[in-house]
């Protein structure tokens, strides 16, 4: 059984930074990639960014140049750093790890709990 636990969360004034991170723990095979995505009120989930085992990251219009995400292998872990925030940015934001539990499972989408995140002065 998987499980991801995300951190990092809170409240934040507009300009300010958070670093989210989730970390997952379990039984994994492979995970082929990592991501963020995020659910305002009254809004559907939304994709923020991702990053591939091979490093490849992709991420919203809205977020780019403000964001970044990176991994780390070891601990199999992914993180979000968010700079120049925004109250726009305020959210839930869900970690999804792409991942096989066994080589002979297909992939399959994890998500973490929800953290979170709100600009404000």
């Known amino acids: 059984q998987v499980q991801l636990v995300e951190s990092g969360g809170g409240l934040v004034q507009p300009g300010g930074s958070l670093r989210l991170s989730c970390a997952a723990s379990?039984?994994?095979?492979?995970?082929?990639?990592m991501g963020w995505y995020r659910q305002a009120p009254g809004k559907q989930r939304e994709l923020v960014a991702t990053?591939?085992?091979?490093?490849?990251?992709n991420f919203a219009d809205s977020v780019k140049g403000r964001f970044a995400i990176s991994r780390d292998a070891a601990k199999n872990t992914v993180y979000l750093q968010m700079n120049s925030l925004k109250p726009e940015d305020t959210a839930v934001y869900y970690c999804?790890?792409?991942?096989?539990?066994?080589?002979?499972?297909?992939?399959?989408?994890?998500w973490g709990q929800g953290t979170q995140v709100t600009v404000s002065s």
């Open positions: 999804n790890f792409r991942l096989r539990v066994g080589v002979q499972d297909g992939p399959g989408d994890y």
């Open positions: 379990g039984t994994i095979f492979r995970i082929y990639a």
């Open positions: 990053i591939t085992s091979g490093g490849t990251t």
